[in-house]
């Protein structure tokens, strides 16, 4: 699976993230919510994001007109980006994570005042991805992915250390001043003269310049990725918090997830739902480009170029010296994984991407977790499913991700979800509205059925009955964290 949140970041500031880089239980109480509409990042950061505007000056730093100008450029876009991706909801400020992931750093920081004399702005990026990123200014931000994926305070700690190395070593700034340099270079001018003169081939050629730029970038930021490394461990030891190399080897692993099996033929968790899948619709029925053979066994170990951080290896001996003798782990509080998988869930399902959302769902059913929340993300799912093949767009609902990156058994729901007839999903719609689960479900979910239910049973006039359904349930549950859905039809 790329990891979504890492393909967001323009190119500039994704070169540090974690990755390329590295990189029996309570129910949650059914009242309390997961949180409000007004804890996204729109409303609460609202003013962090005024402030980034007033702070983040671009500093006067060549007497060179041309690469000051291109350098502001690139300081405008970063702020720009972030200025974006809080409007975008990107982040949350749930208060059981935040103050879980905000204590870890604050652990980082006391521990070394010296190099981190001001305490960072933390951010909880909703994205599965297993992942962190650093984007200097002193802002760092942690994905609900790594949190949900993360076996221990520790792991979690790592990665933050890793991700404040960036920003302390000035690794981000260094980034655009090396860009600006290079784009407004007298050798970058010159090859471009000569893609210019050149009458053929100027594709190609163009091509060219840019992957020998990004080769020599790559080489460099090998370099940066182990100080990040070698320094974070030196962060953690002054903290008192405990290092384990091993912990990059399983960090690698980490975008692999939709690759681990289920305990269960697909069908068998449809079944308790009352919606009987068909063995045929996991398969697929004809054979074209996207269909060919293909063996999954075959499928363990990838190529190095499909990986998304191929050097963990080399990280993980690197630093297995700095390694501390009988460490013991500290477990995550099983609300706080409980709370941020729930976040990159309901994420997955707001974005559509269907299949991933409810694998999701099948891999916590498969550790025995049997909170009534995910009955109701499974209601939603098939309800979003049909929604889309009426709007004739349940193949980009689907999101269909390669086989490279996925089971067996992903890649039977993928095709089920693709093939399960209109009329079979207009069932599963109806029988899943009045299972029992139900009666578990605070008002605002209740509130969401019978908006899915308006979506969906709507016959003439269509869009004005769903703008005033979703209108009816913003209003109703105006703090809702569903109201995000609601949202996407109001007009
Ligand atoms: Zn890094």
């Not at 059913?365 to 049997?370: C, L, P, Q, V, W």
Request: some cysteine; proline content about 3%.
């Amino acid at each position: 699976m790329p990891p979504t949140a890492f393909l967001r970041l323009p190119k500039a500031l994704r070169l540090f993230s974690l990755f390329c880089c590295l990189a029996a239980v309570p129910a949650l109480a059914q009242k309390a919510q997961l949180y409000t509409y007004q804890d996204l990042s729109k409303t609460a950061y609202a003013r962090q994001k005024d402030s980034l505007k007033k702070f983040w000056i671009c500093p006067t730093l060549y007497t060179e007109k041309e690469t000051q100008k291109k350098y502001r450029e690139i300081w405008d876009g970063r702020a720009a980006y972030i200025a974006t991706a809080i409007d975008n909801n990107n982040y949350v400020k749930e208060d059981e994570v935040y103050r879980y992931v905000d204590g870890i750093l604050a652990n980082l920081v006391s521990g070394n005042q010296g190099m981190l004399p001001q305490k960072p702005l933390l951010l909880i990026d909703r994205s599965a991805a297993v992942n962190a990123y650093a984007i200097g200014g002193n802002i760092i931000a942690v994905n609900a992915g790594l949190i949900s994926f993360a076996e221990s305070r520790e792991e979690i700690a790592l990665v933050i250390a890793h991700e404040l190395s960036h920003n302390i070593l000035q690794h981000p700034d260094q980034s655009m001043r090396e860009q600006a340099e290079y784009f407004t270079s007298a050798e970058y001018k010159k090859s471009l003269d000569d893609v210019l003169k050149n009458e053929y081939q100027r594709f190609s050629k163009l091509k060219k310049i840019f992957e020998g730029y990004s080769i020599d970038r790559s080489r460099h930021h090998r370099y940066h990725e182990s100080d990040a490394d070698s320094l974070a461990v030196v962060l953690l030891k002054n903290s008192h918090i405990g290092f384990d190399a091993r912990f990059f080897l399983r960090l690698d692993s980490a975008d692999m997830q939709y690759r681990q099996p289920l305990a269960h033929p697909v069908k068998a968790y449809f079944s308790p739902y009352n919606m009987q899948l068909e063995d045929a619709w996991t398969q697929k029925r004809s054979k074209g480009l996207s269909t060919r053979n293909y063996n999954f066994q075959d499928n363990n170990k990838l190529e190095d170029s499909l990986k998304t951080h191929p050097d963990c290896d080399a990280r993980y001996a690197a630093t297995l010296k700095a390694t501390d003798a009988g460490l013991n782990l500290t477990a995550i509080p099983f609300s706080v994984k409980e709370k941020a998988n729930r976040i990159l869930i309901w994420n997955l399902f707001d974005d559509l991407k269907l299949t991933a959302c409810l694998y999701r769902i099948f891999l916590e059913k498969d550790k025995g977790n049997n909170d009534p929340w995910y009955d109701f993300m499974v209601h939603n799912i098939v309800q979003g499913l049909y929604y889309s093949d009426k709007q004739l767009n349940r193949f980009r609902s689907i999101a269909i991700v390669p086989k490279e990156y996925i089971s067996k058994d992903y890649y039977a729901l993928q095709t089920a979800l693709e093939q399960i007839p209109r009329e079979n999903l207009q069932q599963f719609c109806s029988v899943s509205r009045s299972l029992a689960f139900w009666q578990s479900l605070p008002a605002d979910a209740v509130g969401l059925k019978s908006l899915m239910a308006a979506l969906n049973t709507g016959e003439s006039n269509e869009d004005k009955a769903n703008a005033s359904a979703a209108k009816a349930f913003l209003e109703t549950y105006s703090n809702s964290m569903y109201c995000e859905f609601a949202n996407h039809f109001k007009q």
